[in-house]
């Protein structure tokens, strides 16, 4: 299995501007999670799905954040407009199940905005 | 309060070292517990499960205190190749959400 893949691994954009990041979970997990990383917050846990429905977002930031997932293989997390303080490293991961489970993490999108 | 809670470090240790570090949380519903490593600029991954009765793996040892409320890692015969910084995590009995802590970053010296 290829793991869970994400893109852009790196994204350089100006305030305001639209950000969209992609993730693809491994076959056959059914939880995806989104993280957001930074050097002062640690991983916070943005928002997570379960067979494709939204479960829990109550660590999105605010309304310039969204996410969704259309299909079991394909899930985005859209920042517009961005800010400079949302810079960070967004992780993508994906679980088989829930509790007990192993998280398996994608490369991560390192944002930069200007 | 912070849900998880870990010192930053860093921990500077010689090679050969046995090195701990400890993890506390705040939520008493708190329901699984583990430790993923993160190397600099890579995604987390997991070291290891903690159960309540402790687990070992090799040269790792997990500890979980449920009346203070923490778990603990204990690195035994450090390498170089232990360098790294090791992440605390939670999920809460309810919910699916696995809560990470700032991490402790861990330098193995030669």
């Known amino acids: 299995d290829a793991g869970v893949i994400q893109s852009p691994r790196h994204e350089v954009t100006e305030m305001g501007q639209e950000v969209t990041l992609r993730c693809k979970p491994i076959?056959?997990?059914?939880?995806l999670f989104w993280y957001r990383q930074t050097m002062m917050r640690g991983l916070e846990l943005l928002i997570y799905?379960?067979?494709?429905?939204?479960?829990?977002d109550s660590g999105m930031p605010e309304d310039r954040f969204s996410a969704k997932m259309p299909n079991a293989s394909f899930s985005t997390l859209k920042i517009q407009p961005s800010e400079p303080r949302d810079s960070a490293v967004y992780f993508c991961?994906?679980?088989?199940?829930?509790?007990?489970?192993?998280?398996?993490f994608g490369s991560g999108t390192q944002l930069s905005v200007l | 309060r912070k849900e998880v809670e870990q010192d930053p470090g860093p921990f500077n240790v010689p090679e050969g070292a046995t090195v701990a570090f400890n993890c506390t949380y705040s939520?008493?519903?708190?329901?699984?517990f583990f430790w993923y490593r993160q190397d600099c600029r890579k995604e987390p991954k997991l070291l290891m499960s903690?159960?309540?009765s402790g687990n070992e793996d090799g040269r790792f040892t997990a500890q979980l205190n449920r009346a203070s409320q923490y778990i603990s890692l204990l690195i035994r015969d450090s390498k170089l190749s232990d360098s790294a910084t090791y992440l605390c995590?939670?999920?809460?009995?309810?919910?699916?959400?696995?809560?990470f802590g700032t991490g402790t970053r861990l330098k193995v010296l030669a």
């Open positions: 995590v939670v999920t809460t009995s309810g919910t699916y959400k696995y809560i």
């Open positions: 903690v159960y309540s």
């Open positions: 799905f379960n067979n494709n429905v939204p479960i829990d």
């Open positions: 076959s056959g997990h059914d939880y």
């Open positions: 991961a994906s679980s088989l199940t829930a509790f007990n489970e192993k998280l398996f």
């Open positions: 939520n008493s519903a708190s329901q699984s």
